[in-house]
């Protein structure tokens, strides 16, 4: 399984970067890989999205420069910014049972432990996708699985601004969000728990993560 | 010769009881490929595109877009020349 960190990234160049693995690891001429990136903001409407949970005008989201996107995965509107840590798994789940509902608890337990890793005392909710600290949601889900291959992943909040929160309806429920630093009453690193969520995903899936570049994962270096 | 047809089933997903179709990426008449992408499917925050169990045309579809589909449901039906 390659790891490939792409810092801070604009979601639609995330977004064909993603289509482009999945068709090749569909091909099977790539292995499993793992994406971690931080956005800029946007917002995002799923297959289940309603325009109608989006909360901004057109002037707020010009304003504050959020591009809209309808995408593939499964879901509702979710917003993706700086201080979100976002994780894209492009993986085979015929090498993992083709337990597609068994996959999206895995992303959701391991980030339940690295919460407890900090402290943080957060868990599932059963019909409710996602990770929640008690009725607020943290970490959101959202997975496209074609030809058995996974795309898009989970969207864990480190340090979210909270306006840009109040934008949107997430998945069309009244409900609240809230970030790591929230919860810590302190700044926190969004690198440092990108490691800790890296190897609790590693440790729940059985994975060996090998850190990649953007050149290796897409095979250009034997060209 | 009668051709013969083959069921389109919703595959087992792991502890998925039922789904919610979104779309068919294929129309009736179509000619398709084993494991090709047909139709979309959604649970819980999964998009799932269900794959062409066999090679044929497509010659029928049962579950339209929003209908509700139990595990092992029949989703549609390929023709396949006998």
Excluded at chain 1, 186 to 197: E, F, H, K, N, T
Excluded at chain 2, 53 to 74: D, F, H, K, W
């Amino acid at each position: 399984m390659l790891h490939l960190s792409l810092g801070r990234a604009d979601y639609g160049w995330t977004l064909e970067l993603q289509r482009t693995l999945h068709t090749r690891r569909r091909a099977g001429a790539t292995p499993d890989v793992l994406l971690t990136v931080e956005h800029n903001p946007v917002i995002t409407f799923g297959r289940s999205g309603s325009h109608e949970h989006l909360l901004a005008s057109p002037s707020d989201l010009g304003r504050e420069g959020i591009e809209l996107f309808e995408v593939e995965r499964g879901g509702g509107v979710t917003y993706h910014g700086p201080g979100q840590l976002v994780v894209y798994p492009i993986v085979d789940l015929r090498e993992h049972g083709r337990d597609v509902r068994g996959f999206v608890r895995g992303l959701e337990d391991a980030t339940v432990a690295t919460l407890a890793d900090l402290s943080i005392a957060a868990g599932r909710r059963d019909g409710y996708p996602g990770v929640w600290v008690s009725e607020r949601k943290i970490a959101s889900i959202g997975v496209y699985v074609s030809g058995w291959v996974s795309r898009h992943g989970l969207a864990l909040n480190v340090a979210v601004d909270p306006t840009h929160f109040a934008m949107i309806r997430p998945c069309g429920l009244s409900v609240e969000t809230v970030s790591i630093r929230d919860l810590v009453g302190r700044a926190v690193d969004l690198d440092r728990i990108r490691d800790v969520l890296l190897g609790r995903l590693a440790e729940r899936f059985g994975w060996a993560l090998e850190a990649s570049s953007l050149v290796e994962v897409l095979g250009e270096a034997r060209e | 010769m009668k051709n013969k047809v083959i069921d389109i089933r919703l595959p087992d997903l792991g502890e998925v009881d039922e789904v919610c179709v979104v779309q068919w990426l294929k129309t009736v008449g179509a000619t398709i490929a084993v494991d090709e992408d047909l139709l979309e499917v959604e649970t819980e925050k999964t998009t799932f595109v269900v794959p062409a169990p066999a090679p044929g045309r497509l010659c029928e579809v049962l579950a339209v877009e929003g209908a509700t589909v139990e595990r092992g449901g029949v989703l549609g039906r390929i023709e396949q020349p006998g």
